[in-house]
């Protein structure tokens, strides 16, 4: 079995190798005396060695136009060995990128006033500031005495802009400890308010967050159901409350990863979810199928289960998962009811933990924006089929009054419509048009 014990090198060796690299370059160097190359470069770098440009290889200089004479070529000096060629100089240090400065509109206002007084090229040379920025400044304000836009010399100051912006941050994330960096931000742009990620995670690091370390297994093969109620996926989750064990059971929708129900008892049974089951197809509907693991609540590997009979009854198709990849979706649900509630809150009681899953299952549906439905939609817009007029509120700047924007009692999902618009008649399924003029 080959030795991984790292080579060591003398310094007569590495002496010996750094000659080389004068003479033949590193990569020559490192085959003859069978150094790795990045040791080789970084020796030669460590002590300034470059390889000696020869005659032969420097390519043909075009004389100058001006009087200047052509270089000589190098003397002899002893046996024919001619001298050293001249030291190659060394390449200038790459110019710093130069960051934009950010004025007040009080800095400005003085700036213009100095470019009416005196001229804009002198005050830009008073300021040190680019004549282009006094002028597109002078525009501004033009276009601001016009009507066509706000002054630059108005407003509040950058700072006093950074320190709202930080205050939104913060407040989100004091809301919902739970979340990440760039859930916080689609949380924000729902309301209108535009941050960057990066900006995000550094007043969120500053204030005490720390990224968490997370494993994540890549994988290509994904699927998603193409309407509300075509498949909804249970599991379990279970967490401690003290020496108690609590089972909390999960029915989510594929399509829009709407929580349609959950319960909660200290054991895996098939009571609970035939109750919590009946509990949401009589408030949701009858979903085309179902998918959950084997768990004994759920599937009987001999016989067949109460809850398969019910399903059966119901007319409902039943998958069981093979793997926990088919069921990923209610998995992923999982760890992040674990982040953001089960970790940030301690629970007395199973009473305590009823009302706290209560009330954050609701906001999970109508308030926290979800990756998988591009960011800015809730779990509740793509299920009531109502996802096209919130992103349109939303870029037409509904900001903070956006809401949940349905009320309680207008809460259904219809789950066939026809309907007349303009003369041309359109067929609904599930909150999505079937038939009808494009939009």
Not at 334 to 342: I, R, S, T, V, Y
Not at 429 to 438: F, I, S
Request: charged share 25%; hydrophobic share 35%; proline share 6%.
């Amino acid at each position: 079995m080959k030795s991984n014990k790292r080579q060591s090198y003398t310094a007569k060796q590495r002496e010996a190798v750094l000659a080389d690299v004068r003479t033949s370059g590193v990569i020559a160097a490192a085959k003859k005396h069978h150094v790795p190359q990045s040791c080789v470069s970084r020796w030669a770098s460590a002590a300034g060695v470059r390889r000696a440009v020869s005659e032969k290889s420097t390519p043909p200089v075009t004389a100058p136009a001006s009087d200047t004479p052509p270089p000589t070529a190098p003397s002899q000096v002893g046996d024919g060995v001619s001298a050293a060629p001249t030291a190659i100089p060394a390449a200038k240090p790459a110019p710093r990128s130069r960051v934009a400065k950010l004025y007040s509109p009080s800095q400005k206002a003085v700036v213009l006033e100095d470019a009416a007084k005196h001229g804009v090229t002198e005050a830009a040379k008073q300021h040190g500031i680019s004549r282009f920025s006094i002028y597109d400044w002078q525009r501004r304000v033009t276009k601001a005495a016009a009507g066509e836009g706000p002054s630059p010399t108005s407003g509040p100051a950058p700072k006093d802009i950074e320190q709202q912006r930080d205050a939104e941050i913060l407040a989100e994330w004091k809301s919902h400890p739970g979340l990440g960096p760039s859930q916080i931000v689609n949380q924000l742009r729902r309301k209108s308010i535009k941050v960057s990620i990066h900006t995000t995670r550094r007043v969120m690091e500053d204030a005490g967050y720390r990224l968490p370390k997370v494993v994540r297994q890549k994988h290509d093969r994904r699927y998603d159901a193409v309407r509300p109620n075509h498949l909804w996926h249970l599991d379990f989750v279970q967490r401690y409350i003290g020496p108690v064990s609590t089972f909390t059971l999960i029915l989510i929708d594929d399509c829009s990863r709407y929580v349609v129900g959950h319960g909660v008892d200290d054991a895996e049974r098939a009571d609970m979810v035939i109750h919590t089951f009946e509990e949401a197809t009589e408030k949701h509907g009858r979903p085309e199928r179902v998918m959950h693991d084997k768990g004994s609540a759920f599937w009987s590997w001999r016989g067949i289960s109460r809850f398969t009979a019910l399903l059966t009854e119901m007319g409902i198709d039943q998958i069981v998962a093979e793997q926990k990849e088919w069921n990923g979706k209610v998995e992923v649900f999982n760890a992040n009811l674990h982040k953001e509630l089960f970790d940030k809150h301690r629970f007395y009681d199973v009473a305590e933990m009823r009302r706290r899953l209560e009330s954050h299952m609701h906001w999970y549906n109508h308030a926290r924006t979800h990756h998988a439905l591009g960011g800015l939609l809730v779990p509740a817009d793509r299920y009531y089929g109502r996802a096209a007029e919130v992103l349109a509120r939303i870029e037409a700047g509904a900001g903070r009054d956006l809401g949940d924007g349905i009320e309680l009692r207008e809460r259904c999902l219809e789950l066939f419509k026809v309907i007349s618009r303009g003369g041309v008649p359109e067929v609904w399924l599930l909150g999505q048009k079937l038939l009808g003029a494009p939009a």
